[in-house]
């Protein structure tokens, strides 16, 4: 109630839903739609797909038909809301059902099927039974009911988890070695079909011969997120492990960018849990530096690093100005400085370790109570003393003495290879991009003393999690931002 005495309608309580852990004001959702060109009406609801994940399907009414696509859509709704609150499916419809007294029946809004798209490009169901096993496992995991072979994966709402999933069942269906990398390369059913068909006929042909198929040893790293044009191609580091996992998030973030603007991830060996990584950060640095320069032989470097990838940008960026390169933009993304307190903290976070650490603690604890005065005293600072000059050897048992954690030990010598990098002063400029939670505490990271070259920093809406994923337009409006002014500096400087 204001001041005046009016009573305010704020909106109903049921309007709000849960997506991806976020409160979502449908109403909200429902006015932006409105808002578009050539929306006369919508409602929105929240549906559950079959494996339980909820997500947003718009129902739209258009002033003249044939309507807005899907891919127009959200492309209008991203100038004014966030990814989450952004619907995955859009159902185009003659009139929105209405109850007696002229309410939207949402009850009686239809089933959401496949994503609407331009009726004048007629509908291309699956053609042969490759393509119709892909598109079955596509509808199954994305809960849509039924699949247009040039389906874009991203407009009928897939997600990282999706996409690993899909990845995982096609491997199972076909026998063939196919990745995310696949999937970033062939977007829709139609072109993952050629992908996978080219496998299954490599693969006889190998039988045939009785040879195995080889792996291409010439780049081992270098993955293409996108493929660009007219622009510096974008090197990008990645955080966690450095697998194909967090490579689809980036891949999204590269698309809300531009497709004009070329980016390529560096993937850590040790992701597969095959073989263990370089075992220092110089070392990664180095090897990435090679497979980039197949790329781009020569400066200005456009390198990026998200959270522990930072740490491997920095270097890269350090080698690279040793030999007298240019860096056209150094950007770290959520990336604080490494140092022994951080290091601790990481290992304690990393749950391989934390498990020795909770036995550990657990045991002192037990000791310490048998113990008096200052023998506990005494007890304390000898093992606190140790912690560090026993991290090594701990890690090195730590395979042994874990049964079945072998795969997960050798993912994870890619951490600890950053874990023990300590940089040395840069002298060039660096920009941060950080999340309003970390920035709050510490809006440099600590990098203040170490970038004698000047840092820029830019505040992120969201945590560590949501800021370059539920946010990621945010996100990839500002990179785009520090993008351009690189490329206008070099040109002043040219």
């Known amino acids: 109630m204001s001041a005046d005495g009016c009573l305010v309608c704020l909106g109903r309580k049921n309007a709000r839903v849960k ?20 929306v006369k009406e919508s409602a929105v609801i929240a549906h559950q797909n079959s494996a339980g994940y909820a997500y947003l399907v718009a129902y739209i009414v258009p002033v003249t038909f044939p309507g807005p696509t899907n891919t127009a859509l959200r492309h209008a709704l991203a100038k004014a809301l966030p990814d989450f609150m952004i619907p995955s499916t859009f159902v185009v419809l003659g009139a929105l059902p209405r109850t007696t007294s002229g309410k939207i029946d949402r009850q009686a809004l239809p089933a959401p099927g496949r994503p609407y798209r331009d009726p004048n ?29 040039y389906d874009h994966f991203y407009d009928l709402g897939g997600e990282s988890l999706q ?68 622009h510096k191609p974008v090197f990008l580091i990645p955080g966690g492990i450095g697998g194909e996992e967090e490579f689809f998030v980036y891949a999204r973030l590269a698309r809300h960018v531009g497709p004009e603007y070329p980016f390529y991830g560096l993937k850590a060996p040790s992701a597969k849990g095959k073989e263990p990584s370089q075992p220092s950060v110089q070392e990664i640095a180095s090897d990435y530096l090679r497979e980039i320069r197949t790329r781009q032989p020569e400066g200005p470097y456009i390198i990026v690093g998200e959270c522990t990838g930072g740490i491997i940008a920095y270097e890269i960026a350090q080698q690279l100005r040793a030999n007298g390169e240019e860096i056209a933009l150094l950007a770290l993304m959520d990336t ?14 990393d749950p391989l370790e934390k498990n020795y650490y909770v036995t550990r603690l657990s045991y002192h604890r037990a000791q310490l ?41 050798i993912q ?13 002063p840069y002298d060039g400029k660096m920009t941060l991009l ?17 970038v004698t070259g000047g840092i820029e920093i830019h505040e992120l809406p969201g945590n560590h999690n949501s800021y370059i994923r539920d946010n990621v337009q945010i996100m990839a409006k500002k990179l785009k931002e520090c993008l351009e002014k690189a490329e206008k500096q070099k040109v002043t400087s040219g």
């Not at 079955?136 to 039924?146: K, P, Y």
């Not at 604080?336 to 976070?349: S, V």
């Not at 093992?383 to 026993?390: I, T």
């Not at 950080?434 to 170490?450: A, F, I, K, M």
């Open 336 to 349: 604080p400085r490494p140092d022994a307190f951080w290091e601790l903290q990481q290992r304690f976070l």
């Open 163 to 230: 996409a690993l999933r899909i990845m995982a069942r096609i491997r199972k269906s076909f026998n063939v070695d196919v990745d995310l990398q696949s999937l970033l390369d062939a977007p829709t059913v139609a072109e993952m079909t050629l992908t996978i068909d080219g496998l299954i006929e490599h693969t006889d042909s190998n039988e045939h011969n009785g040879s195995e198929r080889e792996e291409n040893p010439e780049l081992s790293y270098l993955v293409k997120l996108q493929p660009g044009d007219d």
């Open 434 to 450: 950080v999340n309003e939670e970390l920035y709050q505490s510490s809006p440099n990271l600590g990098w203040e003393d170490t």
């Open 121 to 149: 490009r007629p509908a291309t169901p699956p053609r042969t039974p490759v393509e119709a096993t892909i598109a079955h496992i596509w509808s199954e995991v994305l809960g849509q009911e039924s699949i247009d072979v």
């Open 369 to 409: 109570r048998k113990l008096k005065g200052k023998e506990k005293l005494s007890y304390l600072l000898q093992k606190g003393s140790r912690v560090f000059l026993e991290l090594p050897q701990i890690q090195q048992s730590l395979s042994g003495r874990e049964p079945g954690k072998e795969l997960e030990y």
């Open 412 to 424: 994870r010598s890619y951490s600890r290879a950053i874990y023990r990098y300590r940089p040395t």
């Open 19 to 38: 997506i991806r852990g976020h409160g979502v004001d449908l109403l909200e959702v429902e006015i932006t739609l409105r808002g578009v060109d050539n």
